[in-house]
């Protein structure tokens, strides 16, 4: 199993157990759905007497995403103007990144080059479709994964490295 953890604050992102498409060779998209969570009905073996009202615990089942759950991702919030602010930051923290990594001049030009087009083609005109996920670590520099109203989540390409598990 590969997990890809953010480069910058070694947070767990996504994992290879769900299915990610890879978009214009700069993000990966990954579905995920909502679950219930809770109200686990454990059968103790116990015989319950006629006499005794039945003691019930309140133990309500939640809707909670696949992926958020799993990888303890925290929600976090954004108007555009912050978001482009903190971008610009991060973008600059995975070329660092990237470079200390030994990736060519050629590599981090085209992460460059197709973050930026993808940013402004594509984040911008449906921004406010977006919710906002940092990892579990809340590290501000960090990667922050977008989930979209269609349960897709978006994390960058670049921004993560692939270990195997």
Do not use: Q
């Amino acid at each position: 199993m590969l997990i890809y953890t953010d480069i910058i604050t070694g947070d767990e992102m996504i994992s290879d157990s769900y299915d990610l498409k890879e978009v214009d060779g700069i993000v990966y998209e990954a579905d995920c759905a909502m679950i219930e969570e809770g109200a686990i009905n454990v059968d103790i073996g116990a015989n319950a007497s006629a006499e005794e009202g039945e003691e019930a615990v309140e133990d309500a089942a939640i809707k909670v995403n696949n992926i958020v759950h799993s990888f303890r991702l925290a929600s976090t919030s954004f108007d555009k103007k912050s978001y482009l602010g903190y971008l610009k930051g991060y973008m600059k923290s995975v070329k660092t990144a990237l470079k200390e990594a030994g990736k060519s001049d050629e590599e981090v030009k085209a992460f460059e080059t197709g973050a930026s087009k993808y940013v402004k083609e594509k984040l911008l005109p449906s921004f406010k479709d977006f919710e906002f996920y940092t990892g579990e670590s809340m590290n501000p520099d960090g990667m922050v994964a977008l989930l979209n109203y269609r349960e897709y989540f978006i994390f960058w390409k670049h921004g993560m490295k692939e270990t195997k598990v």
